[in-house]
């Protein structure tokens, strides 16, 4: 059974950094793309960076220069480097990843990790 597991959420004041870690475990045969989404309270979940299994990234353009996503293939985890963090950055972080088993090719979501910057 895959499972993604996030962690390194919390509260930080404005003008801070978190770093939000993505583990993956379970019998996979190799993940692709992986990102990071977020929704806040009466909004839709939304992109926040993705990166290829080659290392490209694509950030939305409310973070870009503020935040850098990583991943790590040997351990099957991605990261979220957050830094100068905004109230509007309060909201609970999904990692998201196409990950192949012996059987199927899929995307799987973690539970997700509530981020709130607030003084």
């Known amino acids: 059974q895959v499972q993604l597991v996030e962690s390194g959420g919390g509260l930080v004041q404005p003008g801070g950094s978190l770093r939000l870690s993505c583990a993956a475990s379970g019998s996979i045969f190799s993940i692709g793309f992986m990102g990071w989404y977020r929704q806040a309270p009466g909004k839709q979940r939304e992109l926040v960076a993705t990166?290829?299994?080659?290392?490209?990234?694509n950030y939305d353009d409310s973070v870009k220069g503020r935040f850098t996503i990583s991943r790590d293939n040997v351990r099957k985890a991605a990261y979220l480097q957050m830094n100068s963090l905004k109230p509007e950055d309060t909201a609970v972080y999904y990692c998201?990843?196409?990950?192949?088993?012996?059987?199927?090719?899929?995307?799987?979501w973690g539970q997700g990790t509530q981020v709130t910057v607030s003084s």
């Open positions: 998201n990843a196409l990950i192949t088993t012996r059987t199927i090719e899929r995307s799987y």
């Open positions: 990166i290829t299994s080659g290392g490209g990234t």
